[in-house]
């Protein structure tokens, strides 16, 4: 099936966090709004991190239930949501737990996709994993047209990184890296320049400390801070 339209960054999170708990907690699946909610903003195995909004999570869940990737149940208590996306794309399995990790962790290696997917499915080496990569990427234009890519191996990567294309189109460079590039460059540009500030300052103590013995050992008087001489 082709999609109307490509997602947005918080339909991907939506739709691949009810994705993960229905393969790593389905006792508690299908999940309700403040669970998924909680699913999304979570810490851990999510590139980038967020902080949604409740609103947020229930427009987003509206717009895929009109793509038919979300389904509704009525709880005892509270709606419950479910996915979708594996009859709805046309994947197997396989190829779906991929496209979730894609879309909860950014771009991301054959092996890190294996390593990272073991909750999910277990592939039996990165071969197996590349093999459905490479499905999604050829994927024919009658059957809604590719849904991965394999993106240019980005400098100082041993590796080139696979990413989705249910979002917007992916730059060459993977976006994750692309993104935080510059982030790391102000701090490690910060970081370059307190550690230059304190290294003066020692030498700066040391030089000072010398001074004052070379003139106690003249028998002239001491320093005058800094203080002193602006008085």
Not at 55 to 78: I, K, P, T, Y
Not at 96 to 113: N, S, V
Not at 134 to 152: C, H, I, M, Q, T
Not at 209 to 231: C, I, P, V
Request: charged share 20%; glycine share 6%.
């Amino acid at each position: 099936m082709t999609l109307p339209r490509p997602l947005t960054h918080i339909e991907a999170r939506v739709l691949a966090t009810l994705m993960e708990k229905a393969r790593t907690v389905p006792d508690t699946y299908p999940l309700t709004l403040n669970a998924l909610l909680a699913g999304c903003n979570q810490k851990s195995s999510r590139a980038p991190v967020m902080q949604l909004a409740e609103r947020e999570v229930l427009e987003a869940l509206q717009a895929l239930h009109g793509m038919g990737l979300v389904a509704e149940s009525q709880g005892q208590r509270a709606s419950r949501w479910s996915h979708n996306a594996i009859r709805t794309l046309g994947v197997p399995e396989q190829a779906a737990a991929l496209l979730g990790l894609l879309m909860l962790r950014g771009p991301q290696t054959a092996a890190e996709l294996r390593q990272n997917a073991a909750r999910w499915h277990r592939f039996a080496d990165s071969g197996a994993v590349e093999g459905f990569l490479n499905e999604l990427a050829e994927r024919s234009e009658d059957k809604g047209g590719p849904l991965a890519a394999l993106l240019p191996r980005a400098p100082g990567m041993r590796e080139a990184r696979w990413t989705h294309l249910l979002c917007e189109p992916v730059d060459a460079v993977a976006p994750q890296a692309s993104a935080s590039a510059p982030l790391d460059a102000h701090a490690a540009d910060g970081s370059s320049l307190a550690q230059r500030v304190t290294a003066l300052e020692a030498q700066t103590a040391a030089l000072r400390a010398a001074l004052e013995e070379m003139r106690a050992a003249l028998g002239m008087s001491a320093l005058s801070s800094l203080d002193d001489r602006e008085e």
